[in-house]
T-cell receptor
């Protein structure tokens, strides 16, 4: 089944404890991106990667890092999480450029 | 002011009703317009995808784009309880280097029996 898989789906952590949210797609898509979804603010892009060689910041990159070492994986790293990073996170991919996005099921993160 | 505005609802309608969902936008460079449906505890999934102005129909769903008014709509005919979800509009510019979709905040729809 063609899909984007995120892990963990739910996580509660404490301020400052580094964490990684993994994202993997099995569709051989070039483009991958991370969004966070907050009430009243909608989906906002954190980082994106047009292909394995190109990764860049989105609208809200502060406090996040990403890595695209291979086409299928695009992990989101929070080096020192803070409470304002409590959110619902989505990874998405697309065959080429930002056209039709396929989203993962989401990862709900709570930072205490 | 947000680039894309969408009434958050909730919108409650009886089964069989015609539903109209709308978004307005301010960026005249937007050329691609999409509607995503998001069920509770799920990721968004693409419903409809149109380029520039005009209408597009897919079963019970019709998407309309009016670029002169910077206004897009999604109509759902014969609404069903299974249509209960949050509907997100999304847009992007028509450039080869476009890197993101800009989303509305979503409208929550409840279709009652």
């Amino acid at each position: 089944e063609a899909q984007v898989t995120q892990n963990p789906r739910y996580l509660i952590t404490v301020t400052g404890k580094k964490l990684t949210v993994t994202c993997s797609q099995n569709m051989n898509h070039e483009y991958m991106s991370w969004y966070r979804q907050d009430p009243g603010l909608g989906l906002r892009q954190i980082y994106y990667s047009m292909n394995v060689e190109v990764t860049d910041k989105g609208d809200v990159p502060e406090g996040y890092k990403v890595s695209r070492k291979e086409k299928r994986n695009f992990p989101l790293i929070l080096e020192s999480p803070s409470p304002n990073q409590t959110s619902l996170y989505f990874c998405a991919s697309s065959a080429r450029g930002v056209t039709v996005l396929t989203f993962g099921a989401g990862s709900r993160l709570t930072v205490l | 002011q947000k680039e894309v505005e969408q009434d958050p609802g909730p919108l409650s309608v009886p089964e069989g009703a015609i539903v109209s969902l709308n978004c307005t936008y301010s960026n005249s460079a937007f050329q691609y317009f999409m509607w995503y449906r998001q069920y509770s505890r799920k990721g968004p999934e693409l419903l409809m995808y149109t380029y520039s102005s005009g209408n597009k129909e897919d079963g019970r769903f019709t998407a309309q784009v009016d670029k002169s008014s910077k206004y897009i709509s999604l109509f759902i005919r014969d609404s069903q309880p299974s249509d209960s979800a949050t509907y997100l509009c999304a847009m992007r510019e028509n450039t080869g280097t476009a890197s993101k979709l800009t989303f509305g905040t979503g409208t929550r729809l409840q279709v009652t029996l």
